[in-house]
Each structure stands twice: as structure tokens, then as C-alpha cells.
């Protein structure tokens, strides 16, 4: 399996310009997730799916939107790119699963980063 | 709102000491509290998890350990070595959110030979 994956590694973008960030999983999971980072900010999430054709908004989704026609692809597509969206971002992946006292736990698997530069 | 607040942001650690890193939470409904590592250039990978019914929870060198009602929780590293050194990131989720984490602001580790 490979996991998660994202392309492009690394993009450098114009003001005004747009890009759609690619993100692909093989391991059937019904959630994804979009998180950008920013130096001493953590993971700040911008849109997740719990499923095909079903996204919903995280904490910081202006200036992005995503579309999730397949279970397996998850992009994350900027309009109008502006310097405040310079940053990395991560595409994940997850499953739950029962802890086996009657809780639950989740993985959330990372994909290796899309590094943006919006000059 | 931040909701999970970690500190420090940096720590420095000789090779065969104790790292500690310190978690705080506000929403009392997370009930699911993992911990992510981070290398340079890669995603962050999860590391270990706790749920609150338990207060400590051991996997090799690294603990996480609980505290319910101060609304806190941390991360031990025993014996650290240099390949430890990485950002490491609490978070909280609950069930009904959605699985949606809320990480914190991550703690850079370094540590030296």
C-alpha cells in the first residue's frame, strides 16, 4: 500500500493564481482530511469528508474548497491564491475502531506534505 | 478558540534523559487523546493514544500520562536518544464530532549525543 499521497511536493504560486492539490489514499478509509501548518501553530484543520460525495468545513476554509467524488481522492482546490496561504499542507486519512472496552480510537494517516509558497 | 494548549514549544534534552512535554484541554467532551511525531520533511505519525478511563498508558520508552480532572495530560520520553528528536504534537478528538482532531501548537525536540 502506499498510503497517502499528495502531489505536488512543492508549488509556487502567484498572487491571483489558482492550484488544486492532489491527495490519493489506498487504504479505503471513508475519512479525509485537509490541515495546512504553520511554523508554532500546530495542524489547523480546513475541510474534511466522512465519505463520498459528503464534505463538511473545519476550523479555517476561507479561500479553499474541496470535492470528494471517490473514496479515494480528496483535493483542495485554491482560488484567487493570497501570501496568508502560504504554508504546508497535509492530506489524511482515517478509520475508527472500537477500543475494546466499548470506547472507540482513530489513526489518522498523513500523507508526506505539499510545501506552498504564494508570492 | 484553542482548545489544547502545549508547552513547551521547545526542549532541549541530553541523550538518556527524560523529555516531558505538557498538554492542557478546555472541552470536556474529547474523549480521545493521541499523540503525533513529526520528522523534518515528513507528516506527522501517531505515536500513542490514551482515553480518559485509564491514567497512564506505556508503549516502550514513551508514557502518556492522565490527569482528568486538572484537565491535563503529557507525554514521558524515557532514556531519549538523538533519533527522538522530531516535533511532537498532542491532540484531542471526541466520537461525535466526526473524528476531527484539535492539535496542539507542537514541541520541537532535540536531542543531543
Known amino acids: 500500500n502506499a498510503g497517502v499521497t499528495q502531489t505536488p511536493k512543492f508549488r509556487i504560486l502567484k498572487i491571483g493564481q489558482s492550484m488544486t492539490l492532489q491527495c490519493t489514499q489506498d487504504?479505503?478509509?471513508?475519512?479525509m482530511y485537509w490541515y495546512r501548518q504553520d511554523p508554532g501553530m500546530g495542524l489547523k484543520l480546513i475541510y474534511y469528508?466522512?465519505?463520498?460525495?459528503?464534505?463538511d468545513k473545519g476550523e479555517v476554509p476561507n479561500g479553499y474548497n474541496v470535492s470528494r467524488s471517490t473514496t479515494e481522492d480528496f483535493p483542495l482546490r485554491l482560488e484567487l491564491a493570497a501570501p496568508s496561504q502560504t504554508s504546508v499542507y497535509f492530506c489524511?486519512?482515517?478509520?475508527?475502531?472500537?477500543?475494546?472496552?466499548?470506547?472507540?480510537?482513530?489513526?489518522?494517516?498523513f500523507g508526506p506534505g505539499t510545501r506552498l509558497l504564494v508570492l | 478558540q484553542q482548545q489544547v494548549k502545549q508547552s513547551p514549544q521547545s526542549l532541549i534534552v541530553q541523550k538518556g534523559g527524560i523529555s516531558i512535554i505538557n498538554c492542557a484541554y478546555e472541552n470536556t467532551a474529547f474523549d480521545y487523546f493521541p499523540w503525533y511525531q513529526q520528522f523534518p520533511g515528513k507528516g506527522p505519525a501517531l505515536l500513542i493514544a490514551i482515553r480518559p478511563d485509564v491514567s497512564e498508558k506505556k508503549e516502550g520508552r514513551f508514557t502518556i500520562s492522565f490527569n482528568k480532572s486538572a484537565k491535563q495530560f503529557s507525554l514521558h520520553i524515557m532514556d531519549s536518544q538523538p533519533g527522538d528528536s522530531a516535533t511532537y504534537f498532542c491532540?484531542?478528538?471526541?466520537?461525535?464530532?466526526?473524528?476531527?482532531?484539535?492539535f496542539g501548537e507542537g514541541t520541537q525536540l532535540t536531542v543531543n549525543p
Open positions: 469528508s466522512v465519505g463520498a460525495g459528503i464534505t
Open positions: 489524511a486519512s482515517s478509520y475508527s475502531m472500537g477500543s475494546g472496552g466499548g470506547g472507540w480510537e482513530e489513526t489518522q494517516y
Open positions: 487504504m479505503n478509509h471513508n475519512y
Open positions: 491532540a484531542a478528538s471526541m466520537e461525535t464530532s466526526g473524528s476531527r482532531l484539535t
